[in-house]
């Protein structure tokens, strides 16, 4: 049941709503700057690189980046909510490699899985609530959060970093690995937490919430939406996401290294937000973005692997790429007074 | 005739007699050398710069050290730089100023801890590079020779891949680019397969940071571009689990594309071997890698020359495991180390 006001905070956050589309004031925004970019290196792949354009390797290019793209969508969450979430690696490989171990030593799998989603919750309430109640800027309280959790998997958890997938959770195996028609189960992982996240943000009330905190959280408190209790659902959620994109990640390379923490996978994850049209400064964008910025870097990085381009020169690909679309959308859409005030990131 | 057996045995025994009791005298010698060698290394300091702990290498060599620094009475200290080589340079700067007798650094790369080192020497701390060494030379190294490993993954390579009328399609996953575990074995690689027709590689990718998932997604998209690969030469067990992944996932049975890899022979080693993830592994023997290291340790703690005047090198021996003789090779544990 709606109450009327309710109902109708509801209804005035759909045209805030409506920029997920990238429709808003202007016409030329980042999303489409980049799915441009993305059609234009896809076709030229096709034509340039023999065995780019075939089923085989889309679905390949597909399943490279489908972690990474759960990731994004769960930073989506914050990022529209004008929050960052820097532990989210932390929250990928420390209750999943918790799982794993509790898995291995017998205690079941679904207390295992209960103790991992626990601690994912764990952890995204700690990080709600220091951002929400104690007011610590999120960068600061996310990068605190994820150095601790990381740590605590480090001074003992473990016996080893690299925790291997036990034989006692093969019954759950199929989330990361094999296929149904063809299609890689963690490519339609990526899928389902897509459309979840997609029904989240745009049809539900608490969607709408995230929006209205990231785009304008004082005027977002004045029409009397409790601002904090939605901040901390946020961090809770994009948590969540990072332990089930943990899950996949484990179950497909039968292993879930927890250095990947000190690794730079948390700048992908942004890379991969802020590449798709998702602005740090909040309120804006959506799961179209994360889905476009994940295609356009799976598809540089396929080709690049498929070139046997180096390493080094990959990264810098990558890096010019974001760079290019940041510097388009700064060109195409300058700042203006309400966007310059906005964020403290 | 008789008289003269009975002297003669007489005598022997009389013989017997005085060299036993010759013989509990000596025992009754107090060794000369022990007293200085144990309060020479009592209250000395050995300190172990890791690039990452909590992998089962830095565990392993860490327990061996350990043990020997508790039964000997010195101190022995970890400095863990977690993947971080700005981190590890800082640790060594502040332990130049610390001037622990021994300094063990496990290199992330061939050149960020270079300068450091020739300092730590210059301020009078021996320094042992281990396993991963830098550029420049200091008091000891103990570690695989990793061209030779490169050369034997190649070898399996070629033995497995090198007999059809077509080349054999090879894929190299290596390390960190700047890494002695990629570059040297790249050279290992090359010494072998340069020449060879029989072979074509062809990609050679980096793992990043020896990510499986990294390893894993790199198989799945050269496999997908030759679905006639022959033969994968892998950088480290533990990023290999990933390759072995991508191989299963893609209906490989295990074997039919050979999976080359080493590492320091833990229980992942045989573990992969048995359910077929890699069937070759050269392992350097983490076991045997400490008991080099502690002699190392010793000898610098007893050297009384300038630091860095003696260069010590020590390749240790590799073993080559592979499912046929899996049953006589033993992986070691931590339980199991001594």
Redesign the interface.
Known sequence: MQSPVEGQTAGRAVPVAGLFGGGGRIGFDQLKIVTLLFLVIFVVYSLVLP?FF?I??LL??M??VA?LGILGLGMAIVVIGRGIDLSMIASLAVPSALVLMLAAKGYGVVPALAAGLLMAVAIGVLNGVLVAYAEIPSLFTTLAVGIGVAGIG?IGL?????V?WPPELDVIVWIG???VFGI?YSVLAFGAVAILIGVFLRRTRPGMFVYASGDNPGATRLTGISLRPVLVMQYIISSCVAFFAGMV?AA????M????F??TWIYDVILVVVLGGIGLSGGRGGVANVIIGTLLIGTIM?GL??M?V???MQNLVRGLVLLVAVLADSLINPRNEETSQQGDI | MNKLVKFACGLAMATMVGAATAAVAQTSMGDPLRESYYSNLKGRKVVFVPV?????LT?GWSKIMARQADELGYSYEVRNS???TAAGAQTITSLISEKPDVLVVQNPDVQSYAKLLQQAEKAGIHVIQLNMKTNYQTTGFVGADVELIGEKQAEAAVAKCGGGDQPGKVLVLAG??TSPFSAYMLKGYENVLNDNAKIQI?????T??Y???K????T???L??HPDLCAILGVWD?AD??T??AL??AGKKPGDILVTTSGGGGE?AC?GLREGLWQYYVSYDVPGQGRDLNALILAAMQDKNEVGSTKTVIYTPLVTYTPETLGDERCWT?DTLR
């Open positions: 065995g075939s085989g390797n390949t290019l399943r490279t972690v480090q473990f016996d080893y970093e690299i291997s690995r094999g296929s890689p990640l497909s390379s039968a292993s290294d927890t250095r990947i000190n690794l396929n692997t498929i046997n180096s390493f080094e | 990452f702990m909590g992998l089962d565990e977690n993947f971080n960190p680019p062809v990609s050679v990718q980096s990043g940071d990510e499986s998932s390893a894993k997604s790199i799945q998209v050269v997908q571009q533990n689990v990933g072995a992944a299963q996932e992942l573990k931590l």
